[in-house]
Nanobody
């Protein structure tokens, strides 16, 4: 049974940092590109970051470039999203996802999804 489980969501003040984790099981983690997406209330799900199977390639949404860093540890079947300089507009449910198609920015090209973790940026 394929599972992706996100950890690390929390309430944080503007300017703060959080590190999200995504643990995968039930599939060959190292054979999949990984991505992070987010969805704020009343908005569409949007792309945040993606990383290739070997971590050689990464891509970010313009809104998070320079503040967020995606990484992975294939030995531990885990992907990460380090979020720095958080802003209130980063408030959303964050989802990790896995794709066989390498590095992708489009949600429909992902095969597996986690249940999401809430990140709230507020003073």
């Amino acid at each position: 049974q394929v599972q992706l489980v996100e950890f690390g969501g929390a309430l944080v003040q503007p300017g703060g940092s959080l590190r999200l984790s995504c643990a995968g099981s039930g599939f060959t983690f190292g054979s999949y590109g990984m991505g992070w997406f987010r969805q704020a209330p009343g908005k569409e799900r949007e792309f945040v970051a993606t990383i290739s199977r070997s971590a050689a390639y990464k891509n970010y949404a313009d809104s998070v470039k320079g503040r967020f860093t995606i990484s992975r540890d294939n030995a531990k079947n885990t992907a990460f999203l380090q979020m720095n300089s958080l802003k209130p507009e980063d408030t959303a449910v964050y989802y990790c996802a896995a794709t066989q198609r390498g590095i992708r920015n489009v949600a429909t090209e992902y095969d597996y999804w986690g249940q999401g973790t809430q990140v709230t940026v507020s003073s």
